[in-house]
Nanobody
Framework: QVQLVESGGGMVQSGGSLRLSCQAS????????MAWYRQVPGKQRNFVAR???????QLADSVKGRFTAFRDNAENTVYLQMNRLEPEDTAVYYC??????????????WGQGTQVTVSS
């Protein structure tokens, strides 16, 4: 069974940096896009960044110039480097990946989420 395990969240002061990581494990045949979303309690989950298998990335306008995303295909891992963090970045960050598991078709998977808190 495929699992996405996130790590790297925590508390940081405004202007600081954090790096999130998310590793996929299980009977994986292939991984297409890997992405990051974030959610504040009571609000919808919003797109932050996407990394295609080729390494091409897309970022939400709100994080361009501050966040970068990249992946290590050999390790089935995606990263989110967050610099110049602002209190508005406070949220639970979720990893998402489109994965083909042995004996299955392509499916969308979510991690359990990791909390990022930025204090002013």
């Amino acid at each position: 069974q495929v699992q996405l395990v996130e790590s790297g969240g925590g508390m940081v002061q405004s202007g600081g940096s954090l790096r999130l990581s998310c590793q996929a494990s299980g009977s994986i045949m292939a991984i297409n896009d890997m992405a990051w979303y974030r959610q504040v309690p009571g609000k919808q989950r919003n797109f932050v960044a996407r990394v295609q298998h080729s390494g091409a990335t897309q970022l939400a306008d709100s994080v361009k110039g501050r966040f970068t995303a990249f992946r290590d295909n050999a390790e089935n891992t995606v990263y989110l480097q967050m610099n110049r963090l602002e209190p508005e970045d406070t949220a639970v960050y979720y990893c998402n990946a489109n994965i083909r598991e042995v004996g299955h078709s392509w499916e969308n998977h979510w991690g359990q989420g990791t909390q990022v808190t930025v204090s002013s």
